[in-house]
């Protein structure tokens, strides 16, 4: 051991770079927190000073390494969310039916599933990449613009409103204004 690093001090490094390898495996900051016997906060710290460490060149071959990483897991999610959606099946194993239509009910929830998740792959190259971070617009918009606005919405409806045939869902939406 070098005699000008106290042996505490090689411990923490020993320490944060375990911390910084268990975050970087995937473990949750309260996974790591339990292990370490630590705060969650601390274990926060740790991992930010410890990123913060890391020379820029390696750092951008770790972003580059990730980014790719996560495009191809982004681009499987897509290729799974533009499924068909499979037929959807009761417990005994007889597929569900439209009463109405007499058509098999498809299940959407690996689609939901990809989606969701494609979210959240979003959510990580914003951190990944420091564009996750909200920033503050103001804006104003005179009289005048919200009443253009409005009419020119309420032309393209009146344009649009003979694509769609009434029906009781598309009135019922109508009315509550969901859509």
Not at 36 to 45: C, E, K, M, S, T
Not at 62 to 81: K, P, S, Y
Request: glycine share 6%.
């Amino acid at each position: 051991m070098p005699e000008h690093i106290p042996q505490t001090r090689l411990n923490h490094l020993s320490r944060n770079h375990a911390i910084w390898k268990a975050r970087v495996e995937g473990c949750t900051l309260q996974e790591i927190a339990d292990a370490f016997n630590l705060g969650v906060q601390r274990i926060d710290q740790i991992v930010k000073q410890y990123a913060a460490s890391i020379p820029a060149e390696e750092r951008d071959q770790i972003v580059q390494m990730r980014r790719e990483v996560l495009g191809t897991v982004q681009q499987m999610l897509f290729d799974m969310a533009r499924m068909k959606p499979a037929p959807a099946f009761a417990p005994n194993g007889k597929a569900h039916i439209d009463p109405e239509t007499g058509e098999s009910i498809r299940d959407y929830s690996l689609r939901l599933n990809a989606i969701d998740r494609l979210l959240k792959a979003d959510e990580r190259i914003g951190k990944l990449t420091g564009t996750d971070n909200a920033v503050q617009h103001t804006l104003t918009v005179s009289a005048e613009a919200q009443q253009a606005t409005k009419d020119h919405a309420a032309r393209i409806a009146e344009q649009f409103a003979g694509l769609i045939p009434p029906s009781p869902e598309v009135l019922a939406h109508a009315v509550r204004g969901d859509g």
